[in-house]
């Protein structure tokens, strides 16, 4: 089935890379895409901006530069809000709705908290990959929210997607995406009956190939009526 895929960058002035970097990873998706995908691309800094909307056209994917700027501070989780209110929300007829972070995982000064935003695209099954650039704090505590390494990690394996360290090469990262939206993702949904829906319940998934690596999401409390 088709796949709609939010690019995400990190367009904040400190980010330790350049605009030209940024703009090769939309532009990796170009040949990548399959029919009746769909790829938006947003930049981030205080607020999310559009800079390319739903496309399937790889000359739309390839031209991206001119539109890139770095300013401001990284707000990642309130871009991460938006994205999947406005952007994600209204495309949940779609099972494979992903977004590919690109940046460091450092957020300042979201109003959204990190717990409240991983929840949130848990439970619309959005599922989240990360291209971590550099980590522009040197891997600093962070007073509340995870240090960014372990932001963008725990939005992927949260959510189960992939985080790709920086010394990937960005047109396999994108590829194995891209293979895995095509070819090797499931849905399986399970509904307990006669249950009190507050306690935790674990599943076993289990498969007879021993080459066969399985990720899916982590658990997460339901919410609160």
């Not at 990796?28 to 938006?40: L, N, Q, R, T, W």
């Not at 997607?161 to 891209?178: M, N, R």
């Not at 009190?196 to 076993?204: C, D, H, M």
């Amino acid at each position: 089935t088709p796949a709609r895929i939010v690019v995400l960058l990190d367009n904040s002035a400190t980010l330790q890379t350049d605009v030209k970097k940024l703009a090769g990873v939309p532009a990796a998706f170009s040949p990548e895409i399959y029919e009746g995908d769909k790829v938006m691309v947003i930049g981030y800094d205080t607020k999310p901006e559009v800079i390319k909307d739903w496309t399937d056209k790889p000359d739309d994917l390839q031209n991206t530069l001119e539109l890139m700027r770095k300013t401001d501070s990284p707000r990642l989780f309130d871009a991460l809000n938006v994205t999947m209110e406005d952007v994600l929300r209204p495309e949940v007829g779609f099972s494979k709705r992903v977004i590919v972070i690109v940046g460091d995982g450092l957020d300042r000064d979201s109003s959204i908290k990190f717990d409240q935003i991983l929840a949130t695209l848990q439970d619309e099954n959005i599922t989240v990959y990360a291209i971590q650039i550099k980590d522009r704090t040197r891997g600093a505590l962070r007073k509340d929210a995870p240090k960014p390494a372990e932001a963008l990690e725990k939005l992927a394996v949260g959510t189960g997607g992939k985080l790709y360290t920086p010394d990937i090469d960005v047109k396999q990262a994108v590829k194995e995406i891209c293979d895995e939206l095509r070819n090797d993702r499931y849905q399986l949904t399970y509904y307990p009956e006669g249950i009190n829906p507050i306690n935790k319940r674990l599943l076993l998934v289990s498969s007879s190939d021993p080459t066969l690596k399985m990720r899916y999401k982590a658990y997460h409390p339901p919410r609160a009526k």
